[in-house]
């Protein structure tokens, strides 16, 4: 157990569906981030939220709309996906002083299947 | 752009073998460096960092890295792998800039056969 949770596991949806992404962190941390993981391709950061701000956002479409209510949660907002979009979606958070240097903790992810 | 490039895919090794993973970073500046590891089945948890001072870092289960800055590398090693170690490792640089921006390499599976 990591301390940070992602809701659901699995989720598989239909192209016209309207979903979302659950993350929770009960680590105290001020930085939260949302990453896609595919099959043969590298760890791919989406979202940056730093202090309920987002700092980052790395020429993800539209179809994808995070939100950070606070720092303990984060969402991830889906709508009209493409086949392509099935992945597994990892969030991770971490304790970010102005230099950086600190390690990021994974929640286990939620696999995603778009038909 | 900034980029980290890992050169094995798939490494199999038997047990008790050594094991090294190469990951080369392109320059960017002061760089803080990682590896990361999954489980089969289990979350990204993180095996070694080196911020600053000595090159040589050791990490959890035996594991440990050598920043060698001339060489833009970060390898990681082994003397001697388990079949417990089997897993994906990931080299992870992050360049900050106010927060951790981590650029993920693409990834070695390894595999240790008893």
């Known amino acids: 157990e990591t301390g940070v949770t992602q809701t659901p596991r699995h989720l598989v949806m239909g192209m016209t569906n309207k979903k979302s992404l659950k993350c929770e962190q009960h680590?105290?941390?001020?930085?939260m981030y949302w990453y896609k993981q595919s099959a043969k391709k590298p760890l791919e950061l989406m979202f940056v939220y730093s202090l309920e701000e987002r700092v980052e956002n790395n020429s993800v479409p539209s179809r994808f709309s995070p939100e950070c209510p606070n720092s303990s949660h984060l969402f991830l907002h889906l709508h009209t996906l493409q086949p392509e979009d099935s992945a597994l979606y990892l969030c991770?958070?971490?304790?970010?002083?102005?230099?950086?240097?600190?390690?990021?903790?994974f929640g286990a992810g939620t696999r995603l299947s778009v038909l | 752009a900034q980029s980290v490039s890992q050169h094995n895919h798939h490494v199999i090794l038997s047990e008790a073998a050594s094991l090294e993973l190469g990951c080369n970073y392109s320059y960017g500046g002061t760089v803080n460096l990682f590896w990361y590891v999954q489980y089969p089945g289990q979350h990204l948890q993180l095996l070694l960092k080196y911020f600053s001072g000595d090159p040589l870092v050791k990490g959890i289960k035996g594991f440990e890295a050598e920043f060698i800055k001339s060489k833009f590398s970060f390898n990681l090693r082994k003397p001697s792998v388990q079949w417990s170690d089997t897993a994906e490792y990931f080299c992870?640089?992050?360049w900050g800039g106010g927060y951790n921006k981590l650029i993920f390499g693409a990834g070695t599976r390894l595999a240790v056969h008893p």
């Open positions: 680590l105290g941390h001020n930085a």
């Open positions: 992870a640089p992050d």
């Open positions: 991770a958070s971490s304790q970010d002083p102005p230099e950086g240097k600190n390690i990021q903790y």
